[in-house]
């Protein structure tokens, strides 16, 4: 039997509804849900002994429920007679008190300020179907008459799928009334949705509009969303904002519904936000390995990266985290990162917090009662502490945190916000400092005071970083390319010159200036507010040796490539800087500095056995063939080598081809540099080897 209108507009039909309830006979019809599930908003917001108007009430047994409950002083109006005789005849004997009305809501017979809470079951969504002029006048007419017959301090308990056009309307009605506005979600497992919709799963909101006595020539505005069931409410700043959070839940719900009923969705990611705040908490990837052959106990598991490890590879990029999908092997894992600036008391807390919401994408098929495993590495969440937030007036708001790596080492990182999952530059911290660090907190504690960070020597400037290791491996190839200029087994002992441009925390020049003590260094940085944090938290300071020039990279070049007979020869010319447009396929370095007339003037100011070192991070391939193009037209031998696991690969140019050395060469000019710099009373940091970087180098 359908029961549907031809249109949706039959839906605010007196003749439809008539139909329709003769037709279904006497089975009840609940529209957005059963007591049981929309019974914890509705106690939260009507108190028992409090007299209760139901419009629309239909054949649904809400209100029968909330009487056997203890809510008593209730009356349910509808335009159907049908609906309203077949209310009183199921009521009559074990429900007397309760009173059952055929009444247009639009016109009631109440008198004004008769009742302390309306509450409305679906139908404002039944009248307002459209946007059209005739519509809107009915919404409106109801709407009013709702205030009218609502005390000051009373409520309107609407239970909506809170479309787009039904949010708009009755938030902008009754903000506009001085109501106060709040949009509570409603916590169902099984959200009822129109049958006209069935491929659809949207949640169920209640709008809880709280009527304000008037404030003579003053509108008050409040907006807050509830966004769990036992959750405080968030104080919103505008409409438009409490219409987005919406938005945010409805396709949040939308996107748990289609993972329920099939897999293979591709990248899919979201963030969970804390109630109390709004502000992300968690962000979650689900991963799918179709080729994972389906098991009892291998569909489902959740894996806690450890906070600041998201940044790796493996759980940063998408094939990282396919890759740890694959090797865990599950049909379906969800990778959760956790964000700086939230606390967290342990794994045990964030698995309790996870555990309902992440079941909401669990893939079909799922046993029923299935226990879903957690996982993580080295079982905890590892260490992050922000040591300081600042605001550069060109990069944004950036944060200095040491965070714990996997070998239990602790690593300081530059972050900038903007693009939070990815490390601008990374030390490592001393391992004594470290440990200074720790035993300097407990006797804090003790004291029951805050350490100082004036005092602590992971705060303290240049104290506590080990310049001797180099955290980054495009940095470990970008030194492994020196081996290139001629006489590596000298070079220690021969002036070089060379020009950085891009500092970040300076590891890179600062390596280059304590192991290489005849060279000179020139570093280009654009952003003055990297100097300061590369001197204040990475170690980093200038020398007669080793100058810092705060200008853009392309004119500081482009004046030098200008300078006639007079211009600077660069032994070495070195690239780390990059894009601060996220638009591009290319994130390092910004695309003017890959231009063929600017690469000219880089040629220009290079030695003609120098070496000129790129690093290039490129998704777009078109894009990164186009760049290799110009860069061997104007630097005609160009050796590439990728750093494994990562997107970036560093690009080796010299100006003459006849000097490409066969591989085995290249190695044995690697080797011979790292003997040199291995030397009795040098600081090398043996846990890496220059020959290895250069392994996997290819001629383009």
């Given at each position: 039997m359908n029961l549907l209108p031809k249109s949706s507009k039959e839906f605010g039909s007196v003749d439809y509804w008539e139909k329709?309830?003769?037709?279904?006979?006497?089975?009840?019809?609940?529209?957005?849900?059963?007591?049981?599930?929309?019974?914890?908003?509705?106690?939260?917001?009507?108190?028992?002994?409090?007299?209760?108007?139901?419009?629309?009430?239909?054949?649904?047994?809400?209100?029968?429920q909330l009487y056997d409950v203890g809510y008593q002083d209730i009356v349910s109006i509808d335009i159907s007679e049908s609906a309203i005789k077949q209310m009183r005849e199921r009521n009559a004997t074990r429900r007397p008190q309760m009173s059952f009305l055929r009444m247009d809501m639009t016109q009631m017979d109440f008198p004004s300020a008769s009742?302390?809470?309306?509450?409305?079951?679906?139908?404002?969504?039944?009248?307002?179907?459209?946007?059209?002029?005739?519509?809107?006048?009915?919404?409106?007419?109801?709407?009013?008459?709702?205030?009218?017959?609502?005390?000051?301090?009373?409520?309107y308990l609407c239970i909506s799928l809170a479309q787009a056009h039904i949010l708009k309307k009755a938030v902008g009605y009754f903000s506009r009334e001085g109501w106060m506005v709040r949009v509570h979600q409603v916590a169902t497992s099984q959200d009822q949705v129109l049958e006209a919709e069935p491929r659809f799963s949207l949640p169920v909101f209640a709008f809880?509009?709280?009527?304000?006595?008037?404030?003579?020539?003053?509108?008050l505005q409040i907006f807050e969303l509830c966004a769990q069931e036992q959750g405080k409410p968030t104080r919103l700043e505008s409409a438009e904002r409490l219409a987005e959070a919406v938005r945010e839940r409805q396709q949040y719900a939308w996107l748990c519904g289609q993972l329920r009923r099939k897999a293979?969705?591709?990248?899919?990611?979201?963030?969970?936000?804390d109630g109390d705040t709004?502000?992300?908490?968690?962000?979650?990837?689900?991963?799918?390995?179709?080729?994972?052959?389906?098991?009892?106990?291998?569909?489902?598991?959740?894996?806690?990266?450890?906070q600041g490890r998201e940044t790796e590879w493996l759980f940063g990029m998408e094939e990282g985290r396919r890759q740890l999908a694959a090797s865990a092997g599950f049909r379906r894992l969800v990778t959760v990162a956790l964000h700086r600036g939230q606390q967290y008391e342990g794994m045990e807390s964030i698995q309790a917090e996870l555990s309902a919401r992440v079941l909401e994408l669990a893939p079909a098929g799922m046993p029923a009662q299935q226990q879903v495993?957690?996982?993580?590495?080295?079982?905890?969440?590892?260490?992050?502490?922000?040591?300081?937030?600042?605001?550069?007036?060109?990069?944004?708001?950036?944060?200095?945190?040491?965070?714990?790596?996997?070998?239990?080492?602790?690593?300081?990182?530059?972050?900038?916000?903007?693009?939070?999952?990815?490390?601008q530059s990374e030390a490592r911290l001393l391992q004594d400092g470290c440990h200074r660090v720790q035993k300097k907190r407990k006797k804090d504690r003790k004291k029951q005071r805050p350490a100082d960070p004036a005092d602590d020597p992971a705060t303290a400037p240049g104290q506590s970083i080990d310049t001797s290791h180099l955290c980054c491996e495009h940095h470990k190839a970008m030194i492994a390319g020196l081996a290139l200029l001629r006489n590596p087994e000298l070079l220690l002992e021969t002036p070089l010159a060379l020009l950085v441009v891009g500092l970040g925390g300076g590891s890179l020049p600062l390596f280059i200036h304590d192991h290489f003590p005849k060279c000179c260094i020139d570093a280009v940085e654009i952003d003055p507010s990297m100097l300061e944090v590369a001197t204040q938290w990475f170690g980093f300071s200038q020398s007669d040796r080793m100058k810092v020039h705060i200008a853009d990279g392309l004119d500081y070049i482009t004046s030098l490539a200008g300078g006639g007979g007079a211009r600077p020869r660069y032994d070495v010319i070195m690239f780390d800087v990059d894009s601060?447009?996220?638009?591009?396929?290319?994130?390092?370095?910004?695309?003017a500095f890959v231009d063929q007339p600017f690469l000219q003037k880089v040629k220009s100011i290079l030695s003609p056995e120098g070496v000129f070192i790129l690093n290039l991070v490129c998704r777009d391939m078109g894009l990164k063939d186009s760049v290799l193009a110009r860069i061997k037209a104007v630097f005609p031998l160009l050796y590439v080598r990728r750093i494994e696991d990562e997107v970036n690969e560093i690009l080796f140019c010299q100006l003459h081809p006849e000097q490409k050395l066969a591989m085995l060469k290249l190695l044995e000019m690697a080797q011979a540099l790292q003997q040199a710099l291995r030397k009795p009373g040098r600081a090398w940091d043996d846990t890496y080897i220059l020959s290895d970087m250069l392994k996997s180098v290819k001629i383009v």
């Open positions: 329709f309830f003769q037709q279904r006979g006497k089975k009840a019809f609940e529209w957005y849900g059963t007591y049981l599930e929309l019974c914890g908003v509705l106690h939260k917001y009507i108190k028992p002994r409090e007299k209760v108007l139901v419009i629309g009430c239909g054949n649904s047994e809400l209100s029968e009742f302390q809470v309306v509450l409305d079951k679906g139908t404002l969504d039944a009248v307002l179907t459209d946007e059209g002029e005739k519509t809107l006048q009915q919404v409106d007419r109801m709407l009013a008459e709702v205030g009218r017959v609502l005390q000051v301090g009373g409520r809880v509009m709280t009527k304000f006595r008037p404030v003579p020539g003053r509108t293979g969705l591709g990248n899919v990611s979201l963030d969970l936000c709004g502000e992300p908490r968690y962000t979650l990837h689900v991963v799918d390995s179709p080729t994972v052959k389906p098991s009892r106990d291998n569909h489902f598991a959740i894996f806690i990266i450890p495993p957690f996982l993580s590495v080295g079982g905890d969440i590892g260490v992050r502490t922000v040591q300081h937030q600042g605001c550069s007036p060109l990069s944004g708001d950036y944060v200095i945190e040491d965070v714990q790596g996997d070998d239990r080492r602790y690593f300081r990182r530059l972050i900038f916000l903007s693009n939070r999952n990815v490390v601060k447009d996220p638009t591009l396929g290319m994130s390092c370095p910004p695309a």
